[in-house]
């Protein structure tokens, strides 16, 4: 039993950021119509957004620090943060301790602005284009944000911790009566679990109460008359890719601690992150959102040591085996609407 | 000739002199000059030029005339590679075995792949054979690492079996090395060079076996566009739909030009394997299945030389640009002011050495936005542009719609 709770509990933090890149994902394809192979580089960018704040913050002159010093006798030479000076020596070490929340703020308008930049630049032109058109560009333009981020960060990971106050784990079977010690679950991993339900329920209440996200979903049913009735319908759609890209690079800055970010990160999601998006059924935004936490859980599951002992690398095709079947039984996906990409 | 006709029979021509006279033409910068970096005409780098040219032919039959983009051909690559590397160490050090092997054992994986995939189109199917390749990658870097060596890969080892008498290639060792693969006693790496004033030609054993290997494979690459099933997989292309209702299945069809493809894929990985003989699982990884996109398209897709053209095309830049380094870069921009040459220099750094792929990337964007026709298209424009009237013999038809 407290097993499989604990397998659950894997499943929901790489659940949850399958479920974000899938959202954005199909948010875009849903109002563009495009296949967006670039969408693991912007996740890559998130993180990389909270990278950059990290060393902006930890910007630092040399003091010399006359009460100590060093072994030959001279003044102790230290390097003090930029922000120190500004805030105070305890609030400028706790602004560099809570780095990684504070990303969320700095990312925010700049994933906006490289969505826009995005789709006003490349996107805009590759509308009326097949899909294997979109798919190669955005592919290219992946390798491309990528290497950049290579050129200027290398290529190794580069750790990001989260805040102290979320180090550590939660002993969760003791909340529910178990054993002391028998589901143990990392602090951040439960913040970002809740991070991404309040990300997804923003962009659903967005969508669903607001007079924007109405144009948007109309747009998305039938864009011509949208048009038609005198709507700026692709100005909308515009920022809507930009509000995907930032669902991307959230995911992405708080993903940072779980699994330190390197240039490819992006990537390695990516092709999971379609298969949810096949999975759940194209176009469907519920549909993501569910398949992205069924194969994450799905992908713990198969990862425990009994499962693997009976059927050896399971563990690693899993995924990929369920898209398989699912795709053969239910072309349309877990929630696929009629009509989506019928091909 | 060989039931082409004039048009394709030159192309064909063309190609084979042109595999033929490469060690020639690849080295136009004498030995030991300033340039000599920008030489191709090295064995190993021939080589690579003709396997990719194989693999990207195979993957342009099925994504050039039918329009079903597959992510995944790399696995087929990749299962070629394996394929061939055990012919090696359990038959006979000979490359025949190998090869042959490598394509069947590649066939049936691209049957199996193929018979699933292709029930689905468009975007679904590229992911279904992503997803495929994806899984083959996991297996043979995880479970299948008794056949696939895992993440060490896979070598020939000098306690190999290999059964088949010595003539043949067989017996373990002869002089206690490792045996190189060899076809019928001549080795796959042995080469004769000719110095000619100051040129270096290198005719290498293996890349010349390659190449006659690609010249078949483009024959029958021609064979298979110019056939009424290559008009029937083109026909798929435009307008599956009506295919069908009209009563016709392309199910067999489709399946048969999966296999195809997915054979000329085994057919680039044996030969890989049979010139260097070691395998990684990072052959099947799906940016190796990236790259014969990339290199289809920059080609030219649907073209018959196009594919060729953009493999060596990659390769080419793959190495040069790699090897390129701001020493060398200095030296270029000499002849301005220090200020400048440093400018210059400082621009250019990011897009060579190990940013290459940063090269290939851009490049890669620039030739599907304003050339989604690549290299042939490009080059067919330009005859336009300078070219005569004569252009406009074939008046341009507009489909019936």
């Not at chain 1, 308008?109 to 969505?115: L, R």
């Not at chain 1, 998305?220 to 709507?231: H, K, N, Y």
């Not at chain 2, 566009?225 to 009506?242: D, E, H, I, T, Y």
């Not at chain 2, 250019?348 to 290459?356: A, S, T, V, Y």
């Amino acid at each position: 039993m407290d097993a499989i709770i604990l397998q659950i509990l894997n499943g929901l933090d790489k659940g949850s950021a399958y479920a974000l890149i899938a959202l954005g994902l199909t948010l875009i394809f849903g109002t563009l119509g495009v296949v967006n192979f670039a969408h693991g580089a912007l996740f890559m960018l998130g993180a990389f957004c909270t990278v950059t704040l990290s060393r902006i913050l930890t910007l630092s002159h040399e003091v010399v620090d006359p009460t100590r010093k060093d072994f030959l006798g001279n003044p102790l030479k230290v390097d003090v943060p930029y922000i120190y000076d500004i805030f105070g020596e305890t609030t400028g070490a706790a602004i560099i301790d809570w780095a990684v929340p504070l990303s969320i703020l700095f990312a925010i308008p700049v994933m906006i602005g490289i969505g826009v930049l995005m789709e006003r630049g490349l996107i805009k032109h590759f509308y009326k284009r097949p899909h294997a058109d979109q798919i190669l560009v955005t592919f290219g333009l992946a390798i491309v944000l990528q290497e950049i981020i290579k050129y200027y960060f290398g290529a190794n990971q580069i750790p990001a911790p989260a805040p102290q106050a979320f180090v550590g784990s939660l002993d969760f079977g003791a909340i529910f009566g178990m054993e002391p010690g028998a589901i143990i679950y990392p602090y951040w991993r439960i913040v970002y679990f809740c991070f991404a339900m309040v990300l997804i329920g923003a962009v659903f209440a967005f969508l669903q109460f607001t007079t924007f996200g109405m144009v948007v979903r109309a747009g998305m049913a039938d864009r011509e008359t949208v048009g038609l009735l005198g709507i700026n319908i692709d100005r909308r759609f515009t920022i809507m890719f930009g509000i995907a890209a930032a669902v991307a690079g959230l995911a992405g800055v708080m993903y940072t601690p779980i699994n330190s970010p390197n240039y490819h990160m992006g990537m390695d999601f990516l092709v999971i992150s379609f298969v949810v998006v096949v999975v759940g059924g194209m176009g469907s935004l519920p549909g993501a959102v569910l398949a992205g936490f069924v194969l994450g859980v799905l992908e713990s599951f198969a990862s425990m040591r009994q499962v693997i002992e009976l059927l050896p690398g399971v563990n690693q095709v899993v995924i990929y085996l369920a898209a398989i079947v699912i795709l053969l039984t239910r072309p349309r996906g877990l929630l696929g609407r009629r009509g989506v990409m019928e091909d | 000739m060989f039931g082409l006709n004039k048009k394709d029979t030159s192309l064909l021509l063309i190609v084979a002199a042109l595999v033929a006279l490469a060690p020639i033409i690849l080295n136009p910068f004498p030995e030991g000059s300033g340039m000599a970096q920008f030489n191709a005409g090295y064995p190993d780098l021939m080589q690579r030029f003709v396997i990719f040219g194989i693999f990207a032919i195979g993957f342009n039959i099925l994504f050039g005339l039918t329009g079903y983009l597959s992510f995944g051909h790399a696995a087929f690559l990749g299962a070629g590679s394996y394929a061939g590397m055990w012919m090696m160490k359990l038959l006979s050090i000979n490359v025949i075995p190998a090869i042959v092997f490598s394509v069947i054992i590649a066939g049936l994986i691209s049957l199996a792949i193929g018979w699933i995939s292709l029930r689905r189109s468009g975007i679904y199917f590229s992911i279904l054979t992503l997803a495929f390749a994806q899984m083959a990658f996991a297996l043979a870097a995880s479970v299948l690492t008794p056949i696939t060596g895992g993440e060490t890969g896979l070598q020939t080892n000098l306690n190999d079996p290999r059964i088949l008498p010595g003539f043949l290639g067989g017996g373990s060792s002869v002089d206690g090395n490792i045996p190189k693969p060899s076809l019928f006693g001549i080795e796959m790496t042995s080469s004769f060079e000719v110095p000619v004033a100051g040129w270096l030609w290198t005719f290498n054993w293996g890349y010349y076996i390659c190449g006659i290997v690609m010249l078949i494979a483009f024959y029958i690459a021609i064979r298979i566009f110019r056939s009424p099933f290559g008009l029937m997989l083109k026909a798929v292309k435009s307008n599956q739909q009506r295919l069908n209702y009209t009563g016709l299945n392309t199910r067999p069809y489709m399946l048969a030009c999966f296999v195809i493809s997915g054979m000329y894929a085994g057919l680039a990985g044996g030969l890989m394997a049979a010139m260097d003989p070691q395998v990684g699982a990072e052959r099947m990884q799906w940016t190796a299945s990236g790259e014969v996109v990339l290199m289809t398209i920059l080609g030219g897709v649907g073209t018959l030389i196009g594919p060729v053209l953009g493999a060596g095309l990659i390769k080419y830049f793959e190495n040069i640009f790699s090897k390129i380094n701001d020493n060398l870069l200095h030296q270029w921009f000499a002849f301005l002011p220090d200020g400048l040459e440093d400018l210059m220099v400082t621009i250019i750094h990011p897009f060579i050495g190990k940013g290459w792929h940063l090269t290939l990337g851009l490049m890669f964007m620039a030739i599907v936005i304003f050339l989604p026709g690549g290299l042939v298209e490009g080059g067919q424009r330009l005859r336009k542009m300078f070219g005569r009237k004569s252009e406009e013999r074939a008046p341009k038809t507009t489909p019936a719609e």
